[in-house]
């Protein structure tokens, strides 16, 4: 039977408990598929009171428990953690044999950012091809969706704080960098899409119009009704204070997407700015507006 011929397909949702993996839940569900959501534990999970959702216990790096996960569903939404290279190939090579062995028929992978193989510098941009060879290479056929950059971001604690207490966004990219912002409930919606027609490929998926920092500032000071403006924090500052908030090393590995982009401005505008129009079956999804997700999101923004 295909895929598109089951009554409720049941599909299988990686790190549901993640921002992105809650959207794909949502946006199964919203589609009248049954859900299967994959967490590292059910006790920290809100899916469990939730129709139409069961929940499993599994980590990417215990085959068992990845195998035992795939069993009895249709379709998967795969997900690696941004890490080392070398462990998102171990943790991709377990999804892609567990998923082999389940005879899953419709499978997506969602990546956070671009594929670019070695000598890339950016790492992870190399560990992104590595996992769509590692599922190649398992036999998988497969979608893949990645955005160019998501809004979400601004409600970081951090993002969150100074754009509500100093009327400031400064990420570490380039005021005159244009970006088509997305969210993530755009990419899961095109996820989704995508596990009903069967089709493969890749899909880059961006919002409704390219914003440099102040245009993007405009749009967040309409949206909450506040005055924002945009201010580039330098990538090295950017990196002493991730690397006092999260320890040794994250600071050098978080910033250096941000250093190539400032060192690659045409590579920054292929990965972010906004792509030509979504063939099928993207054809009819919604772009992302900024004002109006801003909007929408007023009280995430404003909460103490």
Not at 13 to 31: D, K, P
Not at 71 to 76: I, K, S, T
Not at 145 to 158: C, F, G, I
Request: charge should be neutral; hydrophobic fraction near 45%; glycine fraction near 8%.
């Amino acid at each position: 039977m295909r895929f598109s011929d089951i009554p409720t397909p049941r599909v299988l949702v990686y790190l549901a408990n993640g921002v992105q993996g809650g959207a794909v839940v949502r946006a199964a569900l919203a589609r009248g598929f049954a859900v299967r959501a994959m967490v590292r534990r059910r006790a920290h999970t809100v899916w469990s009171s939730v129709s139409g959702v069961e929940t499993v216990e599994a980590d990417l790096d215990e085959l068992d428990a990845l195998r035992a996960a795939s069993v009895g569903v249709d379709a998967a939404v795969l997900q690696i953690p941004t890490g080392s290279s070398d462990a998102m190939v171990a943790q991709a090579r377990r999804a892609a044999q567990a998923t082999v062995a389940a005879g899953v028929r419709a499978v997506v992978l969602k990546l956070a950012s671009a594929s670019r193989p070695a000598p890339c510098a950016e790492p992870s941009f190399v560990g992104n091809v590595r996992v769509e060879a590692a599922l190649r290479e398992a036999g998988l056929s497969f979608a893949c969706v990645r955005p160019t950059m998501y809004l979400d971001n601004l409600l970081k604690p951090s993002a969150r704080r100074d754009i509500v207490e100093d009327g400031a966004f400064s990420p570490p990219i380039a005021a005159t960098q244009r970006i088509a912002w997305t969210s993530v409930d755009d990419c899961a919606r095109a996820a989704v899409a995508l596990l009903g027609s069967g089709a493969t490929g890749d899909y880059r998926i961006g919002g409704a119009r390219d914003l440099d920092g102040p245009a993007l500032a405009a749009c967040v000071s309409e949206g909450l009704g506040r005055p924002v403006v945009y201010r580039a924090q330098p990538v090295d500052a950017f990196e002493r204070e991730v690397e006092a908030a999260m320890g040794a090393g994250m600071g050098a590995r978080i910033a250096s997407k941000f250093r190539y982009f400032a060192s690659f401005p045409d590579q920054a505008d292929a990965m972010l700015t906004r792509p030509g129009p979504y063939p099928f079956p993207l054809a009819e999804l919604e772009r992302t507006d900024v004002t109006a997700w801003v909007r929408r999101h007023r009280a995430a923004f404003l909460v103490d």
